[in-house]
């Protein structure tokens, strides 16, 4: 008997880089690994540990590629009441929405930012550690973004505003010259990645999504920089002329995309840049925020992206555009992370390539293709099982009964 070695008996195994589901298959797991994927009773070894998925259908862990890990949901009333909170409660917020990511099914993220510098880096750190139970995290570290904008805390009093904390404001510049220093010192921090406001934001207060708030220059700039750490550059863009700019600046990544026009969704397609589009999102900010009250103008600005970027969503789908499941959890409770599929299949995407944009689409975006996305050999043991075959019922994934990250058990219910 191999001590070190785990047998996964997968009832049904969906290879979603060949988009087929094989039959009684045996996953073999050596320490964190997947060794080999064979039939069931192919000689397969006999292993310390046995899990029986025979009635399941096993995948990939799911990849979030638009999370936010750092602080409490979304409330509605702008990112003033950021001064409320210690860079400590943000972490500790962290460890409980780590938690309840890989707890629905999700084992890698690429969290997109946080107010508070370098404590999705912390958070990172912990998991790896194996302090903290969470996702593999690719962590932006802070927001690139031009002052008073999309990635600034807005709405404070100017005497309140001049006494900002300088790990609240880390990433913001208002140069070319600048974007360089600011990508420099959050690459310096310890992020893996950067993220760039290139337009307003729903969420911040004072912003307009649909306006542009870097020039091409400003983000050719942290394009240049990342790319001289071995990085890449997602941009934040709601609106047509601030993604065009991306997308000629070379980032990696939109995110949200929700005011493109058809020739942005060509540039994106010709470029080869990922979208990545929260379509459930707006949802969650028109029932919650009408129930609890929130800011007018977000609620405003909210119903004017919404549709548009599910329209946008379903062109890009038909376009060919490169696609990565990317959710703004975080905005919302981060056990609700699985709720986009149904979205994605409602607006123009099979089950199966709905569920190939948080698994191979996902790695590719990461640049992780050699460790996470897939159930075949060398990859790390990141496995999901539903009761189900998600390929015909795609919401089977909102509801994660089996996770396993790097070989260990996380969930089994
Ligand atoms: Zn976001």
């Known amino acids: 008997m191999d001590q070190d070695l785990t047998v996964i008996r997968a009832g049904h195994l969906l290879d979603v880089e060949a988009g087929e589901m094989l039959e009684d298959r045996a996953v073999i797991v050596r320490g964190e690994r997947i060794e080999a994927v064979v039939p069931f009773g192919d000689g397969v070894p006999s292993a310390a540990t046995t899990i029986d998925l025979s009635g399941h259908t096993v995948l990939p862990g799911l990849i979030d590629c638009h999370a936010h890990l750092i602080g409490e949901p979304e409330s509605g009333h702008g990112y003033a009441v950021l001064v409320t909170r210690t860079a400590a409660q943000e972490a500790f917020s962290g460890v409980r929405n780590a938690r309840a990511t890989i707890t629905a099914g999700f084992t890698t ?32 570290g802070a927001y690139v973004t031009c002052s008073g904008g999309g990635g600034d805390v807005t709405g404070l009093a100017p005497d309140v505003d001049a006494v900002v904390p300088i790990d609240l404001r880390f990433g913001v510049a208002n140069s070319v010259d600048e974007v360089r220093r600011r990508v420099r010192a959050i690459l310096h921090g310890g992020a893996d990645f950067i993220k760039v406001i290139a337009t307003g934001a729903v969420l911040t ?120 499941y990317g959710t703004d959890s975080g905005g919302y409770p981060h056990a609700w992370v699985g709720k986009q599929f149904a979205y994605q299949v409602r607006h123009g995407q099979t089950p199966l390539e709905a569920i190939q944009t948080a698994t191979t689409n996902a790695a590719d975006l990461l640049g992780w293709a050699d460790r996470v996305g897939a159930v075949k050999p060398g990859l790390f043991a990141d496995l999901i099982a539903v009761p189900g075959d998600p390929t015909q019922d795609v919401a089977l994934l909102e509801s994660v009964p089996f996770v396993m990250k790097g070989g260990r058990v996380v969930k089994q219910t």
């Open 109 to 140: 993220v690429r969290d997109v930012g946080t107010f508070r510098a370098l404590v999705d880096c912390a958070l990172r750190d912990a998991i790896e550690a194996g302090d903290v139970e969470g996702p593999r995290m690719l962590c932006a």
């Open 205 to 324: 207060e004072g912003t307009v999504p649909g306006a542009p708030e870097f020039s091409e220059a400003e983000i050719r700039a942290a394009v240049e920089e990342a790319s001289l750490y071995g990085t890449f550059v997602a941009a934040h863009a709601h609106g047509a002329e601030g993604i065009k700019r991306a997308v000629r600046a070379g980032v990696r990544s939109i995110e949200h995309g929700s005011l493109m026009d058809d020739e942005a969704i060509e540039m994106m397609a010709a470029a080869g840049t990922y979208l990545v589009a929260d379509v459930y999102f707006g949802d969650w900010i028109e029932e919650e925020g009408t129930r609890a009250g929130w800011s007018k103008d977000v609620l405003r600005k909210n119903r004017e992206t919404t549709d548009a970027q599910r329209q946008g969503f379903a062109k890009a789908v038909k376009a060919g555009v490169k696609l990565a």
